[in-house]
T-cell receptor, first 109, second 115 residues
């Protein structure tokens, strides 16, 4: 079956760095997405990786290893506003998105 | 503001009621989606409309009935719901090109409680 695993909850300190991991098992692969969802708000797109390697966008970076079925989202210089849920989703060979249950990130002062 | 607007934001209904959720996208996209989001569970895709035709129906109970009158509007008609249908219902849109990588734009959702 198809599956996405990511931690349920993580805690980090303001100003620090945190890495949210995601492992996936899909029938074929057409890329991996990360979305951010603040409580009571819409999920918003953060990143898309289809090739191996690290892509950096300001304080946020996303990494993909296709051979390992593994991705991570790296958040630097954490701010209180980064407290949110982070959703990992892999696209299979039929362009269907397989979603993880999300990682709730709590930032403490 | 994501360009996708959902109403109402909150809805409480009894099991015998009939209600409708509304979604409107202002992005000129050609695909629209309904997702169900339950606490600590992955997003569940319910329906997909591409160019106003339904292309996906993931074994959703018939008490949920979608309608897509045009490429900008999407409705989810609800009737005879069960308490386990209580969840956040998210609408999304995208511009499909068949190449993968098309990101979704979500609305803020309707938080539904069935009593």
């Amino acid at each position: 079956g198809q599956n996405i695993d990511q931690p349920t909850e993580m805690t980090a300190t303001e100003g620090a760095i945190v890495q949210i991991n995601c492992t996936y098992q899909t029938s074929g692969f057409n890329g991996l997405f990360w979305y951010q969802q603040h409580a009571g708000e819409a999920p918003t797109f953060l990143s898309y990786n289809v090739l191996d390697g690290l892509e950096e966008k300001g304080r946020f970076s996303s990494f993909l290893s296709r051979s390992k079925g593994y991705s991570y989202l790296l958040l630097k210089e954490l701010q209180m506003k980064d407290s949110a849920s982070y959703l990992c989703a892999a696209m299979d060979s039929n362009y269907q998105l397989i979603w993880g249950a999300g990682t709730k990130l709590i930032i403490k002062p | 503001e994501t360009g996708v607007t959902q109403t109402p934001r909150h809805l409480v209904m009894g099991m015998t009621n009939k209600k409708s959720l509304k979604c409107e996208q202002h992005l000129g996209h050609n695909a629209m989606y309904w997702y169900k989001q339950s606490a600590k569970k992955p997003l569940e895709l319910m329906f997909v409309y591409s160019l106003e035709e339904r292309v996906e129906n993931n074994s959703v109970p018939s008490r949920f009935s979608p309608e897509c009158p045009n490429s900008s509007h999407l409705f989810l008609h609800l009737h005879t719901l069960q308490p386990e249908d209580s969840a956040l219902y998210l609408c999304a849109s995208s511009q499909e090109g068949g190449q993968g990588g098309e990101k979704l734009f979500f609305g803020s959702g309707t938080q539904l409680s069935v009593l």
